[in-house]
C-alpha cells in the first residue's frame, strides 16, 4: 500500500509541475505540452508500476 501512495504522489507531482509549467511560462511553445505530456505520463506510470506487479506477485506467492 506504501509503493501505490508512493506512485500516486509521483503522478500528481508529475501533472503539477505540467500544469505549473504552462500558467507560469507564457510563450507561444507552452501549450504544446499537451501534445507531449501524455506521453511522458504513461511512460512515467509504466515504469512506476513495474514494482508494484512484482511486489503484488511476490506477496500473492507467499500468501
Known sequence: QIA???VTIMCVLF???TIGSIYFSH???SALVFLFAPLWQWLGLLILCI???FMNKVT???N
Open 51 to 53: 514494482p508494484l506487479y
Open 60 to 62: 500473492s506467492k507467499s
Open 4 to 6: 501505490t501512495f508512493i
Open 27 to 29: 510563450d507561444a511553445q
Open 15 to 17: 501533472g503539477t509541475v
